[in-house]
């Protein structure tokens, strides 16, 4: 039998901004691509900190059993973050210190998972890795659950959190519609998505049709427009009795200002949104004297792996295979995209993207996809979301009736370098 060599080097994979239900399948792929080549995989705690700090995470120490139970389990096994690298003018030494780190562990591939601020960084890296002559491949890996990266048609992380959306809507809905004769008559639900409202609009996934929940879906593209909004409630109780909205937390009112601002930033400067159901709800009790309640599912959303998607679950492990398959074959800079060829039957594959052309770009929800008065979804969105959400993955439950999510080792790898001091 002819000897196998493996590629010289080793892997360095990350997981950076909010994690997904299915970010960790991601992982999966990655580690059994890589083993299947021969190719050793450390990965970084806690994102790019990890790699700066030299807190690197030796993967060759997990079992295989251990590594296929990332697929069914939430959060981000390796610990993610929110850093933003600033400008290589402004903080050369940051990259410096990151090729010092990657020189010092042998590390000749680098990808990272992450939404549009971390494509940035990948890229960032790619160009610096060339500018000191260090030979490095970075590779981007999509993941979010706003599914706002451009060029992908999707993003894993949104087929589960659009899954949990459209089903929590519609129970929830049955569950108001049973007591509104006598109680509660207005029922909202926030869902996230900061700027782009694709997880309120696969609320609307839900029900078909006029009376069907949700009633109302607000987006965070069309500007919060008051008068419009209480006297849709108010139309729809009186028609239907009851009435289910769905709010994006990104909504804004026309001001500019976000309706859920709670006031605090990320390390990219990003507002900390939460809350707009209770401020929408004590509009409605106000203007309108409906007894109400709300949800803010949070986390619950984006981790619901108990409700995830089969197609999302499927596409976050191809994303992660298709990254070690294009690192190792010499690509660099680009994204493994998915390419959607054909809505029903609904037919995708796997294409490299230069990462160019989607970091800190932002992909918003269509005009076409929200009605003409703006609190619905059209026939088009439907189309579009509903193979998102196809099919349920499997998750395996042990005899406490809880999942079995696994918990790696994450043994460390043995530091070579002095401390890491940041400057900022
Ligand atoms: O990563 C996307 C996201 O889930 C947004 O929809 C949400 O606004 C944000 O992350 C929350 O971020 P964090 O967990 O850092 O507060």
Redesign the pocket.
């Known amino acids: 039998m002819p000897t196998r060599h493996a590629p010289s080097g080793r892997l360095l994979y990350a997981q950076s901004?909010?994690v997904t239900a299915v970010i960790n399948a991601t992982a999966a792929g990655v580690i059994e691509a890589a083993r299947a080549k021969g190719v050793k995989v450390y990965a970084a705690r806690n994102g790019i900190l990890g790699a700066l700090r030299e807190d690197l995470i030796d993967t060759s120490k997990e079992s295989k059993a251990a590594v296929a139970a990332l697929r069914h389990t939430p959060g981000g096994a390796f610990g993610s973050c929110?850093y933003k690298l600033k400008s290589l003018e402004a903080n050369r030494a940051e990259y410096e210190r990151l090729i010092e780190v990657f020189r010092a562990h042998d590390i000749r591939w680098f990808l990272y998972n992450g939404?549009n601020d971390s494509a940035d960084t990948a890229l960032k890296l790619s160009q610096i890795g060339k500018a000191m002559g260090y030979e490095l491949a970075c590779i981007g890996v999509p993941k979010?659950?706003?599914n706002d990266l451009a060029v992908t048609d999707c993003c894993p992380g949104f087929g589960s959190v659009a899954k949990y959306t459209a089903v929590s809507t519609l129970e929830a809905s049955l569950d108001v519609a049973s007591m509104a004769e006598t109680s509660t008559k207005v029922f909202i639900l926030e869902v996230?998505?900061?700027h782009a409202g694709w997880i309120a609009a696969a609320a609307g996934l839900a029900g078909a049709g006029a009376d069907a929940p949700p009633h109302l879906i607000l987006f965070p593209e069309n500007v919060f427009d008051e008068a419009a909004f209480l006297a849709k409630v108010k139309a729809t109780v009186e028609r239907v009795g009851w009435c289910t909205v769905v709010a994006s937390?990104g909504i804004r009112n026309a001001q500019g200002q976000f309706l859920a601002d709670a006031g605090t930033r990320?390390a990219f400067g990003h507002v900390?949104?939460g809350g707009v159901a209770p401020t929408l709800a004590a509009l409605v009790k106000q203007k309108l004297g409906y007894k109400y309640h709300w949800a803010l599912p949070d986390y619950l959303q984006?981790s619901a792996r108990h409700c995830a998607s089969k197609v999302d679950a499927e596409q976050a492990w191809a994303v992660g295979k298709a990254a070690v398959d294009y690192a190792l074959v010499g690509m660099n800079a680009v994204m493994p995209v998915i390419v959607r060829s054909s809505d029903a039957p609904y037919r995708w594959k796997i294409e490299p993207a230069p990462l160019a052309k989607i970091a800190n770009r932002e992909k918003k929800l269509p005009k076409g996809f929200m009605t003409r008065d703006g609190f619905g979804i059209t026939a088009a969105a439907r189309r579009y979301l509903a193979p998102l959400i196809a099919g349920e993955a499997p998750l395996p439950y042990g005899r406490d009736g809880l999942p079995n999510y696994v918990q790696l080792k994450n043994a460390a790898v043995a530091k070579k370098l002095a401390a890491w001091t940041p400057e900022r």
Do not use: H, S, W
């Open positions: 901004g909010g929110r939404g979010t659950v706003d996230m998505g900061r937390e990320d900390q949104l984006r």
